[in-house]
């Protein structure tokens, strides 16, 4: 079992910044991928950003040049730098983890969230 914990959400001005944190408790070793997904109201989650126990990248084409997912080195604690904020990244960000290959589909794990709200 794996336990995500999510942190750093908060309200920003259009323009600035935020940093979410992410920290897995529990058995991590064999987590192959994890994830930061977004769902704003009235909207389906998206995929925000993934990476892989390779540290190989991918991102949302929103969030492309703006957003960057890291890990520390023990791959225990999931980043998000979130810079360039604009009001349509508003949402309630999730953190995920699976232990397959990066996907859209199979996550077996979710945090429980946390809230950006960037305001014009």
């Known amino acids: 079992q794996v336990q995500l914990v999510e942190s750093g959400g908060g309200s920003v001005q259009s323009g600035g910044s935020l940093r979410l944190s992410c920290v897995a408790f529990?058995?991590?070793?064999?987590?192959?991928?994890m994830g930061w997904f977004r769902q704003a109201p009235g909207k389906e989650r998206e995929g925000v950003a993934t990476?892989?126990?390779?540290?190989?990248?991918k991102y949302v084409d929103s969030t492309k040049g703006r957003f960057t997912i890291s890990q520390d080195n023990a791959k225990t604690t999931l980043y998000l730098q979130m810079n360039s904020l604009k009001p349509e990244d508003t949402a309630m960000y999730y953190c995920?983890?699976?232990?397959?290959?990066?996907?859209?589909?199979?996550?077996?794990?979710w945090g429980q969230g946390t809230q950006v709200t960037v305001s014009s």
């Open positions: 995920a983890a699976k232990y397959d290959y990066c996907s859209d589909s199979g996550w077996d794990y």
């Open positions: 529990g058995y991590t070793y064999s987590i192959a991928c």
């Open positions: 990476i892989d126990s390779d540290g190989i990248t």
